[in-house]
């Protein structure tokens, strides 16, 4: 059976040089734009969303599990960090932790049930598991059922960063997106992630190899749950409302989309998939039900011609690694 | 007590369209190795056949329920032939990641121009009314569905089971290259398998039409839920199938009588403790 990616792995220092050299240019880009004039509301929302695909990548493209409810994490950590900023009126760094570490507690919990069952299974059941949380969501009184948590206060940063002001929260979530990314990075190219990637290539021969693979599975759910949490948790700032879209399995679906798009297992493509999923969305929004059409289009394609994604493509087509 | 029966027959309901649900995901998933998520939306596309069916050619619920899976079958066989059959050979998330990306367009397509609310479906004159069973009150409508799905499954089951063309199936779904081998047009029945398996989901939509309302979005939750019932039950077996949806159905009508809360959610609450104590399923072989 051929695997969910089919990078030929290249030699790792040269593919190390690439990747920074590519992350130096990423990183430079992203910081110039509030000087360009381009919408900053826009950017710092698919920043978050790269941050999440990241996550979501980090799972899928890395550890073959293709988690269909990923959403589950970035509206529990948007919830509770929501709940948190405005009702018990807690600091933005408070909030944040708080709401990452709800999604952490999460992902202990269902990475626990869910990595019991293996390939399509698991994509079932993170799916089952993420409506189960939308029921609770929707009838908790905390979540204000399908009104959401509207009108959350941003507050300073540290007491000192005024989140209010779009500058400054453009380079805060700037700078939460590129630690989540770094973070990714290094458990790639970590041992640990080795070891990820022999599961994904051969489960069987890893066990035989004397590696307790649901372990490494689970602190792989773990790492990418707590990190899509923190990239909901950072939503809440630039959208000032936490609402049940973002735990619903349309949301899951998106996210499953952009890493298509951009090219499972590769380390840029989520961060290209999100921004051109989430400017398709801003552009087509007059166009009602259509962009579900469209994005339904899109995954057909990807699936039937496009299965490395863009930025898979681009990096076979240089022969370097992205 | 009247309303623990009434429950307890909701209940019949839902499990008949899980059942038939899961069946056909359990007869797809056998033969071409994918989860075909868009069941959810060839269900809905049955409802809707029933409906186009009636007000544009005149033909009502007994037409509906020969002509409407014919139809929705013969379009996910062409769905086969051409998109899924390109997936074989490749990692059974893709033909997740495909149907998904199929149920969103055929969603989509059906909310552009019927919305979001609920188009209203007759019952048929002759299953008008009622029957007093001395105990409850019993609606001939749902009687019958839940008679008539449990033949469907049975014969499902029968010619699966039981039969010749059943047999080539199960031998293909073992080993297809054998299958070929001695002469049995195994693409052909691949194609044949997927439009059965959709043209049962299709039959679960035109019952649930005149009781649901037939809506765009009418399958899209079902599906997940379907997907719990085939976690718990596994998809080895096709009585197993059949067995599951029904049981998980009166679970979830006792539910609504004794803690309504949860009758969303006990499904889901089921399928993770069943994992916690037989993590392959009760029925199932470990995949």
């Known amino acids: ?322 | 007590m009247q309303a623990l029966y009434a429950q307890l027959l909701v209940g019949l309901i839902n499990g008949s369209f899980y059942a038939l649900l899961s069946l056909g995901l359990a007869v797809i998933f056998g033969m071409l190795n994918i989860i075909n998520f868009a069941h959810g939306a060839v269900y809905m596309m049955g409802a809707f056949c029933a409906y186009f069916l009636l007000n544009i050619a005149g033909l009502g619920y007994w037409w509906a329920l020969i002509i409407a899976p014919i139809v929705v079958g013969i379009f996910g066989m062409i769905l086969e032939r051409t998109m899924l059959q390109w997936l074989s050979g490749l990692d059974h998330v893709y033909g997740l990641l495909l149907t998904f990306g199929i149920a969103l367009i055929i969603q989509g397509i059906f909310q552009n121009y019927f919305g979001s609310s609920g188009l209203p479906y007759q019952i048929p004159d002759a299953l008008r009314g009622g029957m007093n069973l001395g105990f409850m009150f019993l609606p001939v409508y749902r009687g019958w569905v839940v008679v008539f799905s449990l033949v469907v499954c049975l014969a499902t089951w029968f010619l699966i089971e039981k039969t010749q063309l059943g047999a080539y199936l199960r031998a293909a779904t073992e080993n297809p290259t054998l299958v070929r081998a001695f002469g049995i047009n195994v693409p052909r029945m691949i194609t044949l398998t997927y439009g059965l398996g959709v043209g049962l989901a299709a039959l679960a939509g035109v019952l649930s039409a005149p009781i649901n309302q037939v809506r765009p979005l009418m399958g899209a939750d079902l599906i997940i839920v379907v997907f719990a019932v085939v976690v718990i039950g596994g998809m080895g077996s096709i009585m197993g199938s059949i067995i599951t949806g029904f049981a998980l159905g009166v679970i979830e009508g006792l539910t609504k009588y004794f803690y309504p809360e949860a009758s969303n959610t006990v499904v889901f609450v089921l399928m993770v403790l069943v994992l916690l104590v037989k993590p392959t399923g009760l029925t199932g072989r470990a995949a």
Request: charged share 10%; hydrophobic share 50%; net charge positive.
């Open chain 1, 1 to 322: 059976m051929s695997t969910l990616t089919d990078d030929t792995l290249p030699v790792p220092p040269r593919a190390m040089r690439d990747e920074m050299v590519a992350f130096g240019i990423m990183a430079v880009l992203l910081a110039i734009v509030p000087l360009t004039g381009i919408y900053p509301f826009f950017v710092m929302q698919a920043l978050c969303f790269a941050l999440l695909a990241c996550a979501f990548n980090l799972l899928v493209g890395y550890g073959g599990l293709l988690s269909f409810g990923h959403a589950m994490f970035l509206g529990t950590a948007g919830y509770v960090s929501a709940h948190a900023l405005k009702v018990w009126a807690l600091p933005p760094e408070l909030g944040i932790i708080i709401g990452t570490a709800a999604a952490c507690g999460l992902a202990v919990i269902t990475g626990y049930i869910s990595i019991r069952r293996q390939g399509i299974y698991f994509s079932m059941i993170t799916l089952a598991l993420s409506q189960l949380l939308y029921f609770i969501y929707l009838q908790a009184p905390f979540t204000h059922g399908e009104d959401g948590i509207q009108g959350i206060p941003q507050g300073f940063l540290f007491g000192v960063f005024n989140l209010a002001k779009p500058t400054v929260l453009y380079y805060v979530v700037l700078g939460g997106f590129l630690g989540g990314f770094l973070l990714i990075y290094r458990t790639i190219n970590s041992p640990f992630g080795e070891v990820l990637k022999s599961i994904r290539e051969n489960e069987p021969r890893a066990i035989s190899l004397g590696y307790k693979t649901d372990q490494y599975k689970l602190l792989a759910f773990i790492l990418s749950g707590t990190l899509a949490g923190f990239a909901g948790s950072l939503k809440v700032f630039v959208a000032q409302n936490a609402s049940l879209t973002d735990v619903h399995w349309s949301m899951s679906g998106e996210i499953v989309l952009m890493t298509l798009v951009g090219g499972l297992g590769t380390v840029f493509g989520p961060v290209v998939g999100a921004f051109i999923i989430i400017a398709m969305q801003q552009y087509l929004a007059g166009y009602g039900q259509w962009v579900t059409v469209i994005q339904g289009v899109i995954f057909v394609a990807c699936v039937l011609t496009f299965r490395r994604g863009i930025i898979g493509e681009v990096a076979r087509l240089l022969r370097r690694s992205l």
